[in-house]
Every structure is written in structure tokens, then in C-alpha cells.
Nanobody, 128 residues
């Protein structure tokens, strides 16, 4: 079993940055690929990015490419989502998720049901 705890959300103005953290407990962190998703009010959950546990691959959707960066510290069992140039349309609850795969190439990483564990979510609100 893996437990994921997110932190780092908050209220910021447009153009600001935030760094979300997702701390994992359980098995060896590098055994898991991690995904980041978000869900805005009244909208479906949206995939944002995925990162291989092996460190080989990272993928971003076009809407966040160049603004968001995923990094991980396997020694701390933590993955981060650095978000820059935030805009009001980035307002959502952000979730991290873990898949029992070392590489994102081994599963359909954009699908939420491909992930085995989820964090509780952290609210990000961007004011204009």
C-alpha cells in the first residue's frame, strides 16, 4: 500500500508560482510512476503530467508545457509540481497519483484509472 499526501496549494494572484508536493509512504518510491491531475468545479478531471519512477521519461500536456515542471526526490519519497505563470483557468483541486510501473511508457498514463493510488487533493486558486 502507498499513501500519498499533497501539500502546497493556496490562493495566489495571476502570474505567481506555486510548488505542490506529494509525499509518499510505503514501498520504494522509484518503483512508481507518478501522475498529476486537476479538477476544476463543474469540469472533468484533467491529466497534466506524468513522470517515470526510473527517471527516464516525463510527459506534459500542451496546456501546461513550459509552465509546469515535475521533479522528484526519491530519497524523500516526494514528487513536486512546480507551477509558474499561473492563470485563473489553473484554479482547481490538484491531485497526485501513483502507478505501480517504473516507466510511463508501460501504461496509459493519461487515464486516471491506470493509477493505483491517489492523494487527497490540494486546492489551488488563482485570482485575476
Amino acid at each position: 500500500q502507498v499513501q500519498l499526501v499533497e501539500s502546497g496549494g493556496g490562493l495566489v494572484q495571476a502570474g505567481a508560482s506555486l510548488r505542490l508536493s506529494c509525499a509518499a509512504s510505503g514501498r520504494t518510491f522509484s518503483d512508481y510512476s507518478m501522475g498529476w491531475f486537476r479538477q476544476a468545479p463543474g469540469k472533468e478531471r484533467e491529466f497534466l503530467a506524468a513522470d517515470s519512477g526510473s527517471g527516464r521519461s516525463t510527459y506534459y500536456v500542451d496546456s501546461v508545457k513550459g509552465r509546469f515542471t515535475v521533479s522528484r526526490d526519491n530519497a524523500k519519497n516526494t514528487v513536486y509540481l512546480q507551477m509558474n505563470s499561473l492563470q485563473p483557468e489553473d484554479t482547481a483541486v490538484y491531485y497526485c497519483a501513483a502507478a505501480e510501473e517504473e516507466d510511463i511508457d508501460n501504461y496509459d498514463f493519461e487515464r486516471g484509472d491506470e493509477y493505483d493510488y491517489w492523494g487527497q487533493g490540494t486546492q489551488v486558486t488563482v485570482s485575476s
